[in-house]
Each structure stands twice: as structure tokens, then as C-alpha cells.
């Protein structure tokens, strides 16, 4: 790993490195997991550049340096859309469908997607690389399965590929900008879950020790550490709160089918081409005995019904393929809904087990606090009895002569007296405090 970051440093302004790193085993096809790209025809270092990975359909992947506004008109999108990519400012997970293209900010993985490459922001974490690596496995992995294929399997294959061209895509087939996507939510749910994991190890002997030595530092780590999942727990409800927005909005689905959109504008593209086509020859073959009043009504009226016909059955096959689509995109949505509400629902656990613990400190402190209160009392009502020996004393220490204090055994009766009375009002205090339940003797 610390080869393959040395290689990701800033490339030349001349043309970009090539990533050639010994620890990610090659392709199938022999390709290097990063390959260079010649960028020449860009702007000078220092002038907006900035560092993405390339990756194409065929799993292919170089680093190119270009402008954001190269960005922006080459995948069609706002600037404010390039600004949730922004290495330098901190945003929530978002998942914006556009005309052409997909903007993906999911924890670490940012890139943009769109139906022919994804964009990715150029990055030394592991998490972008790994991200990087897996999509070039699963596409070479792709194209390899549809090379070698059984004999058995040849005509299944044909007509999931006939399909595909016609837009009726089966169901074990996704396009490439949800396959792109698949990996990226994949990426942020196993980091995310990952995270929570660790938390949790973490947590649980850390509250068991609190809950058995309630000390200044045990405290202050379970603080550190509630401040942590309370930031987590943002984190994956954020996540889950954009797939769950993704799957009840049928029209953000549809949007972010990409491949089917950019089939049916060159569909209607090359069908525009064949009417102006048959249109010019139609009016070539026209012969001059043919009034010239009643051949442009008879065209018009040509091109306006073909017109037709070819824009239902554009609708009808674009309704029908988006209802497809937002089928498979919302069942790819929902298997991922599933594990990052998992993830919630662990550290929704957790939090829980953390307030139960509290709960129960904050029992035990009131115990403690009650047997404080109780003995205060005690030492209350004990001080009271020693203050009446006190007061016995002071009357007797007044200076006025009583035949009494020529007894011998006087000192002794006053002690026994005030004793006993003391001990008995003593004993009264005990049973008043017992009797309305102040203390539980």
C-alpha cells in the first residue's frame, strides 16, 4: 500500500503516472489496475486541474488531470452538483440522477457516473482504491462470462444480448452505471457497517467496566465514545434516508437510467436520419407529369404520419423499459436498503444498551446518595442525644450550692438518668423515621 501511494502522488503536468501496484493481481485480460493517460492537450498545472480516475465499460482505467469546466461540459452537469465532490468541503451522502449523468457522494467515494465511464476523484484512501479495484474486477469478470459461456447456454445468451440492444434488458443484466453504483453503495455500506462493528467491540467491555467502577476516566470515555455513535448514527441515516428517498420516487429512478436514455436519443437519432433519407429520395423519384400543388401536402402528410408512429412507439417502448428500469434499479436499492438499515438498527442497539447503562449509574449514584442522606440523619439525631449531656451539664455547672451536690453517688445517677433518656429518645427518632419509611431498617 505504500508503493501503490507513492505512485498516486500529483503526476507530471506532461501526462499522468501509471499505477502499477505488485499487492492488486492483475485482470484477466493482463491489465494493470491503473494505466496511464497522455494529457498533453490539458491546461497547465495550477490552473483548476484536478486528479481523477478514469474507469470505462471494458474495466480499462487511467488518470487524467482536467479542469472542472471540462467536467462539466463533458458530463453535462451544474457546478453545484461538481461542488458535492469537493475533497475540501464536508457534505452529506447524496445521490443525484442527471440528464447524462449520476453524481454519487457516498462517505469516501465520490464519482460521477455516467453511461460510458465513471469519474473518480483521484485519492490515496483505501477505501477509493479498493472501490476502483473492484469495479474493474466485476466488469472484466463481465466481459469474460459473456465470452465463455457454455454451448448449452449459446441461445440464452443471444437473446439477453438481442434484448439488450432493444432496450427489454433481462433480469440478471444491469447496465453499467448500475453496476458503477452497485459497488459504490456496496463501498459505503461495508464501511459503514464496518465502523459500527468496531464501535461495538469497542463499547460493550467499555461499558461493562463502567458499570462495575464508576470512576472520572470510565466516564469520560463513554462520553468519547457516545459522541462517536451519535456521529455514526448521522452518517447511516443519512445513507438510508437518500436510498429510501431514491426507491419512493419512480421519477428519480427512471432518471438514472442512463444507458436506455443514451439508446433511444441515437434510436432517435438515426431514425431522424432515415426519414430525411426516404424523404429525399422520395421527392427525387417524383416525376415531372406529377402536379407540384398536390406533392407537398402528399409529403407533408407522409412525414407527419411517420412522425407519429414513430413517436408512439418510442413511448410505448420508452414506458415500458422505464417500468423494467425502475424495477431493477429499485430491487438493487432495496437489497442495499436492507444492510444499512442493519447497520442502524446495530448502533440504534447500541445507543440503547449505552442509555440502560446510564440509567443504571444513575440508579446506583441515587443509592449511594439515599445511604449518605440516611446516615446524615443518624449522625443528626446522635448529635441531638450528645447535646443533651451537654445541656445536663450546663445546668449543673451553674454557680449556686444545692444539698444535692454533697451526695456521693449524685455524679453517678446524673450519667445512668441522662443516659437512659438519651438512649430512649433515640430509640424514638429510629422508630418516627422508621415508621414513615425515611430509612429501611
Known amino acids: ?73 463533458r458530463c453535462d452537469l451544474p457546478a453545484r452538483d461538481l461542488r458535492l465532490l469537493d475533497p475540501l468541503f464536508v457534505y452529506p451522502s447524496t445521490i443525484l440522477g442527471r440528464e447524462k449523468a449520476i453524481v454519487v457522494n457516498l462517505e469516501q467515494i465520490r464519482c460521477i457516473i455516467t453511461a460510458d465511464e ?11 482504491l479498493q472501490y476502483v479495484v473492484e469495479l474493474q474486477r466485476r466488469l472484466t469478470a463481465a466481459g469474460v462470462n459473456e465470452v465463455w459461456q457454455s454451448e448449452g447456454d449459446t441461445n440464452r445468451r443471444r437473446s ?68 462517536r455513535l451519535v456521529a455514526l448514527t448521522r452518517r447511516v441515516q443519512k445513507v438510508r434516508d437518500e436510498i429510501e ?31 430525411l433519407g426516404y424523404r429525399s429520395n422520395d421527392i427525387q423519384s417524383i416525376s415531372a407529369p406529377v402536379s407540384p400543388v398536390s406533392s407537398p401536402p ?3 402528410k407522409l412525414e407527419k404520419s411517420l412522425s407519429i408512429a414513430r413517436s408512439r412507439h418510442e413511448s410505448m417502448r420508452s ?44 440508579i446506583q449514584l441515587d443509592n449511594v446518595r439515599n445511604q449518605l442522606i440516611q446516615f446524615e440523619l443518624l449522625l443528626t439525631t446522635a448529635t441531638f442525644v450528645v447535646a443533651i449531656f451537654g445541656v445536663v451539664a450546663g445546668i449543673f455547672g451553674m454557680n449556686f450550692a ?8 449524685a455524679f453517678k445517677w446524673v450519667l445512668i438518668i441522662t443516659g437512659v433518656c438519651g438512649i430512649i429518645i433515640f430509640c424514638a427518632f429510629v422508630w418516627f423515621f422508621k415508621y414513615r419509611r425515611l430509612m429501611p431498617l
Do not use: H
Not at 118 to 128: E, G, P
Not at 186 to 211: G, K, M, R, V
Open 160 to 227: 439477453r444480448n438481442f434484448d439488450n440492444v432493444f432496450g427489454n434488458t433481462s433480469p440478471d443484466y444491469l447496465p453499467f452505471e448500475f453496476r458503477a453504483l452497485e459497488v459504490a453503495l456496496e463501498a459505503a455500506c461495508t464501511f459503514l457497517d464496518s465502523q459500527a462493528a468496531e464501535l461495538e467491540i469497542e463499547a460493550y467491555p467499555l461499558l461493562d467496566e463502567l458499570t462495575s467502577k464508576i470512576s472520572t476516566l470510565n466516564l469520560e470515555r463513554v462520553r468519547r465514545l457516545k459522541s
Open 118 to 128: 465513471v469519474l473518480l476523484l483521484n485519492s490515496l484512501d483505501s477505501y477509493v
Open 402 to 409: 444545692i444539698p444535692f451536690f454533697d451526695e456521693p453517688a
Open 245 to 275: 428517498q431514491l426507491m419512493d420516487d419512480d421519477g428519480d429512478m427512471a432518471e438514472m437510467y442512463l444507458t436506455e436514455k443514451k439508446s433511444r436519443m441515437e434510436a432517435s437519432f438515426y431514425g431522424d436520419q432515415s426519414v
Open 319 to 362: 414506458s415500458d423499459s422505464t417500468t423494467d428500469s425502475v424495477e431493477e434499479l429499485e430491487m438493487l436499492l432495496e437489497a442495499y436498503f436492507v444492510v444499512i438499515d442493519s447497520t442502524l438498527n446495530k448502533l440504534t442497539s447500541l445507543k440503547e444498551y449505552i442509555d440502560d447503562t446510564e440509567d443504571f449509574i444513575n
Open 298 to 300: 402528399d409529403t407533408r
Open 1 to 73: 500500500m505504500a508503493e501503490l501511494k507513492e505512485r498516486l502522488l500529483p503526476p507530471k503536468p506532461a501526462s499522468a503516472i501509471n499505477l502499477r501496484d505488485s499487492s492488486f493481481r492483475p485482470s484477466a485480460s493482463g491489465r494493470q489496475p491503473f494505466q496511464g493517460v497522455d494529457v498533453l492537450g490539458l491546461k497547465k498545472r495550477g490552473q483548476g486541474l484536478r486528479s481523477w480516475i478514469r474507469v470505462d465499460v471494458s474495466g480499462n482505467s487511467q488518470i487524467i488531470e482536467v479542469d472542472k469546466f471540462s467536467i462539466m461540459r
